[in-house]
Nanobody, 119 residues
């Protein structure tokens, strides 16, 4: 079992940056690929970024490529999403998930942190 807690969300203006974090407790963090998903009001949840167990593999949804970076620190049981040049369409609830690399189906989920991009 892995328990996940997200933090760092907030209200930012377009063009600004934000880093959100996810810390894990329980066992086996380093054996899971970690992903960040987001869900905007009225839309389906989508995978934004995913990172493999040893950080060699990463993938991003096209809309964030070049602006977002996912990293992880297995010693701290943590995964991060650095978001640059934020746009209003990046607004949503961001969820951290543990699962298998290449799969869009997370196994364990956090409760989310809200990111709002608005002027």
């Amino acid at each position: 079992q892995v328990q996940l807690v997200e933090s760092g969300g907030g209200l930012v203006q377009p063009g600004e940056s934000l880093r959100i974090s996810c810390t894990a407790s329980g066992s086996g963090f380093s054996t899971y690929a970690m992903g960040w998903y987001r869900q905007a009001p009225g839309k389906q949840r989508e995978l934004v970024a995913q990172i493999g167990t040893a950080s060699f593999n990463r993938r991003y949804v096209d809309s964030v490529k070049g602006r977002f970076t996912i990293t992880r620190d297995n010693a701290k049981n943590a995964v991060y999403l650095e978001m640059f040049r934020l746009k209003p369409e990046d607004t949503g609830m961001y969820y951290c998930s543990a699962g298998r690399y290449g799969s869009d189906q997370g196994i364990y989920w956090g409760k989310g942190t809200q990111v709002t991009v608005s002027s």
